[in-house]
């Protein structure tokens, strides 16, 4: 992922964190562009043993801290301002101590006033300067004073307030990296950390999707998004998204919630059909603009390119009962090649829509196929078999063949193209009243075409490269119906679909 500071626990606090920070060290395990950061109390036993399951690494940063907080000293160590301004200073003591008995490391030092956010911020400027005197930060050797809230008790721009005092007031802030702890109590734990950059930090701890006490640390990955969403790169790589949250969630044996922002399996996919209609709209228009749009990702609902964290355009549209005609269109023109024209959109979403009410869940996308071909691409008993088309007169003529109810008849037709005349041929026919209402076309990508009832014609010289849809709306005896047709020939596609509305009408009519 690109992190080059890495805390790998706390190896004074249990045998198992000991053995882990050894075995990165003798196994060379740790890359050398990485340096590994390690925690520990504010006490002589626990530092010696810290530097003892460092030795022999490269770089390291070793972050002692001690709590602060009024309730903290008042209520569970009993001590005043001075004397816990002492333990401070003696941890500080004792890090310079031990690191200069392991002197082939090069140690970074690192304090926290435990419970920064409910400190008063004036003393922890007063606690930080003293452990300041004692490491003497320079140019190049410069510490790291970590302001948690080890407890988010306010809002985050008043966090941010007291990060902005520490930073104007602290001795030496030049030697001095400003990190910042946030916890999650409040859900504002991103917030208080982007706050407290805008407020002078320079650096942020957090953990992978907010694992950590209580209700969990910062999310890191949440705020580099945030970031990068604003355009600002940063330099981490969540190009395989997936992979990183499946490695998270085993590790620590926690399920990532499926709205978990950027990761969760839910957050790119919308089931408002007022959304989902948005979201069809802002990419045909980015695919139809590209020269305009300068490959700056601007789509409704969508803050950032799935694609760029790995995920695909598949989920971003599903349909339930609660989705609309952009939705549907959406799944058939993204998965399978069918631009549907509006009046089709609006018809076809009923359909979908009493599916989805009927069977009170979620529909796959192949269901959506399926229904949609039932519903407009099967010509039941109806088969166009053979025709022609001519010109005399500066009228069209039609002739051709239809199997209806396995009996072959012929058609026989005019008009001023080849689906008005066949039109005509079936009208006279059936003894129908046939008018057209709407007709669309296009061609589909040839990489649509498998699995989804499109045909191929020898009848016709009029080919095309791809496969051809055709939309068609007829009124029969005063009611409406759509038909689809799909063909190598655009002619042989418009005709299947006027047949296939005709063998709705009929089928109807029947029932």
Not at 55 to 65: L, N, S
Not at 482 to 508: E, N, P, Y
């Amino acid at each position: 992922m690109g992190f080059k500071e890495i805390e790998i626990g706390f190896p004074s606090a249990a045998q198992v964190e000991f053995d882990f920070t050894r075995k990165l060290i003798e196994e060379n395990h740790v890359p050398d562009d990485v340096t590994l950061q390690v925690l520990v109390q504010a006490r002589e036993h626990l530092i010696a043993r810290t530097f003892e399951s460092l030795k022999g690494v490269k770089r390291a940063v070793v972050h002692v801290y001690n709590s602060t907080s009024r309730v903290q000293r008042e209520k569970v160590y009993a001590k005043n301002k001075d004397e816990i301004k002492e333990i401070a200073i003696t941890g500080a003591k004792l890090l310079k101590e031990y690191a200069a008995k392991y002197p082939e490391t090069e140690w970074v030092f690192q304090y926290s006033p435990e419970s920064f956010s409910q400190t008063e911020t004036e003393y922890a400027v007063e606690v930080c300067d003293a452990v300041c005197d004692v490491w003497q930060p320079q140019q190049g050797q410069e510490v790291i004073f970590n302001l948690p809230a080890t407890v988010e008790a306010s809002m985050p721009n008043v966090f941010a307030d007291q990060v902005e005092y520490f930073c104007r007031n602290l001795p030496q802030r030049e030697h001095v990296i400003i990190s910042l702890h946030t916890h999650n109590d409040r859900g504002c734990a991103v917030a208080a950390a982007e706050l407290g950059v805008l407020a002078g930090a320079d650096r942020i701890e957090g953990t992978l999707l907010g694992n950590g006490e209580r209700t969990g640390n910062m999310d890191i990955m949440v705020m580099a998004m945030n970031l990068f969403s604003q355009g600002i790169d940063p330099e981490l790589d969540f190009s395989n998204m997936s992979e990183i949250v499946q490695v998270v969630s085993e590790c620590n044996n926690l399920p990532l919630h499926p709205r978990h922002p950027y990761v969760g399996e839910l957050v790119f996919t919308a089931f408002s059909g007022s959304h989902q209609d948005a979201i069809k709209k802002s990419l045909d228009y980015n695919e139809n603009h590209q020269s305009e749009t300068d490959n700056v990702w601007d789509v409704a609902y969508l803050p950032i390119d799935p694609a760029h964290i790995g995920r695909s355009y598949q989920d971003v549209v599903r349909i339930n009962s609660q989705s609309g005609k952009g939705g549907v269109a959406y799944i058939l023109q993204r998965n399978y090649g069918f631009n549907l024209p509006r009046w089709m959109q609006i018809d076809f979403s009923r359909v979908v829509q009493k599916q989805a009410e009927a069977v009170a869940r979620e529909l796959q996308n192949d269901e959506i196929l399926q229904t949609f071909e039932d519903t407009y691409l099967q010509q039941g008993k109806f088969e166009l078999l053979d025709y022609s088309v001519s010109n005399k007169g500066g009228e069209v003529y039609f002739s051709g063949q239809v199997q209806m109810n396995n009996d072959t008849i012929d058609i026989d037709g005019t008009g001023n193209g080849p689906l008005s005349s066949f039109i005509d041929g079936l009208a006279q026919h059936t003894g129908k009243s046939l008018h057209i209402i709407n007709y669309a076309e296009h061609a589909i990508n040839p990489h649509h075409n498998s699995g989804n009832g499109i045909d191929d014609d020898t009848n016709s010289d009029n080919k095309t490269n791809a496969n051809a849809a055709a939309y068609i709306q007829l009124n029969v005896d005063g009611e409406v119906y759509s038909g689809i047709g799909t063909c190598s020939s655009t002619v042989s596609a418009m005709l299947k679909g006027a047949l296939s509305a005709f063998a709705q009408a009929l089928s109807v009519a029947a029932a």
